[in-house]
């Protein structure tokens, strides 16, 4: 940003729209409005964009702070990655196959599968289902009556929205080894909550999305490099040839109405005068930012409270995992990513665990969670137990997503305010899915589609059509 306090206008004299934060949220509001002709400016605190999906580096090695996946039904983060030319970067398994790996059998370690065949739904998980070797037969069963019935709720009903998920599997008939060897094994990773803790709705939306909707929906797919070459070189490298004005280390003091209707958007040291403006940051720092009148409780989004994200990164001397990644019950591991090629390890081997809902590791120290993680590792990995450890860290976010709890749905707002031309947007507002990449980027759109609508610009059609597809 330049020194002293200046005005920037568009120097066409048309349309501009002032994003504030340059996470997923941010950078799709800013693509959208782009590509309808409106002049942007994004605005992002931090010195990178990609928001709480990024990359840092750490001696040789380019480091994701977590390991973030998506399914084939995230049709707008797949959207998002198109946009930007990156889905050969993060492409996705040609077939849902899930290697979950359970030490704490009394016969010893075993390896089951959650995989899906060729088939209608339910039938393509018929088969991974009958032969799930961590299910009794009656759990087996079981799970597929609630299945059913899971597949008969409305997600949008708010009835289900004040109920917890796990009080609901109980009253269908789902044990605690059901609820740990498949509900939580997936509700966990996407919800960022245990079912106990997570609002019926929004779990209803995730299984029926990803397992009751389409034979592929759950398909998995993550990235091959750096979350970084993603969410910030190549977003930034779309941006610039969108024509968006993208400024780093440039965080957003105050938002005002001007006596014209227009905005004032200050940063240190310039003021912006823009037609729209969205706020594309967390909830907390939206409320500091929202002038008086624009939401009718904006002491809501207080209410709206977090998770956390535990990571875990560990770099081998030699090679101890052969497949790409793997779920674990029996042990405090939940999900375990290789991460060498990524990476740009040259030798050896580098894990990352990811671990949602962390909340008795967030705050331990890096020797007590050394201690556990690699004696976990060591009970799962049969090859870890001779190798030797390089090097062990962990990454913390406190605040990962908003948390799934009952009652959430009521709390996040939608992307309009009261205020005409002031939009929100962020993966905690009303887009109905949890805090994930695609809640992230269909809240984007959501924004832009309604700043567009009050600018009376088109919308670009290719921005909806993720929106068919769904």
Same mark, same amino acid.
């Given at each position: ?149 899971? $597949? ?55 299984? $029926? ?24 070189r190549l977003a930034r490298k779309a941006l610039d040839f969108a024509g968006v004005r993208t400024e780093v280390r440039t965080r ?66 030699? $090679? ?69 450890? $390089? ?26 305010t009261k205020a005409p031309g002031l939009y929100l947007a962020g993966a905690w507002t009303a887009t109905g899915w949890p805090a ?35």
């Amino acid at each position: 940003m330049t020194h002293g306090t200046r005005s920037h206008e568009p120097l066409d004299g048309g349309r501009h729209a002032v994003v504030a934060g340059g996470g997923l949220a941010g950078i799709t509001a800013a693509l959208a409005l782009a590509d309808a002709g409106v002049r942007v400016t994004l605005l992002e605190g931090r010195p990178r964009l990609g928001g709480l999906a990024f990359s840092f580096q750490r001696g040789g090695l380019t480091v994701d702070n977590g390991q973030h996946v998506y399914l084939r039904c995230c049709t707008a983060y797949r959207w998002f990655l198109d946009r930007i030319d990156a889905a050969a970067l993060a492409p996705l398994q040609n077939r849902l196959d899930v290697p979950v790996l359970d030490v704490a059998r009394p016969e010893g370690r075993r390896l089951g599968r959650l995989r899906r065949d060729a088939l209608p739904v339910p039938l393509h998980l018929g088969r991974s289902l009958a032969t799930y070797p961590h299910l009794s037969l009656a759990d087996r069963a079981r799970v597929g009556r609630a299945a059913l019935a899971l $597949k008969g709720l409305d997600p949008a009903d708010p009835a289900l929205d004040s109920q917890d998920f796990g009080g609901w599997l109980a009253a269908h008939g789902q044990s605690k080894r059901a609820v740990e060897a498949l509900w939580d094994l997936v509700g966990v990773a996407t919800l960022n909550a245990v079912a106990g803790d997570a609002s019926l709705g929004l779990a209803a939306m995730v299984f $029926k999305t990803g397992l009751l909707s389409d034979p592929g929906a759950a398909d998995i797919g993550w990235a091959r490099v750096p979350l970084g070459e993603l969410h910030d070189r190549l977003a930034r490298k779309a941006l610039d040839f969108a024509g968006v004005r993208t400024e780093v280390r440039t965080r957003v003091t105050s938002v005002s109405r001007h006596t014209n209707g227009r905005w004032r958007v200050e940063v240190p040291g310039e003021t912006l005068d823009a037609d729209a403006v969205v706020l594309a940051v967390p909830q907390r720092e939206t409320y500091g930012l929202l002038p008086a009148g624009a939401l009718d409780a904006p002491g809501r989004l207080l209410e709206i409270g977090t998770a956390p994200i535990l990571n875990v990164h560990v770099v081998y001397d030699r $090679k101890v995992l052969s497949r790409p990644f793997f779920a674990a019950l029996g042990t405090p591991v939940q999900w375990v990513f290789d991460r060498t090629g990524a990476s740009g390890l040259k030798s050896g081997q580098y894990l990352a665990l990811s671990q949602s809902a962390a909340w008795d590791g967030i705050d331990e120290p890096v020797a007590v969670l050394r201690a556990r993680y690699l004696r976990e590792l060591e009970r799962l990995l049969p090859l870890t137990r001779g190798a030797e450890v $390089k090097d062990f860290f962990v990454t913390r976010e406190r605040t990962a997503t908003f948390a799934p709890a009952p009652g959430v749905g009521r709390l996040r707002p939608g992307a309009r305010t009261k205020a005409p031309g002031l939009y929100l947007a962020g993966a905690w507002t009303a887009t109905g899915w949890p805090a994930t990449m695609e809640s992230a980027v269909r809240s984007g759109v959501s924004a832009a589609d309604a700043a567009l609508s009050a600018l009376g610009r088109p919308r670009p059609r290719h921005l909806f059509e993720f929106e068919e597809a769904a």
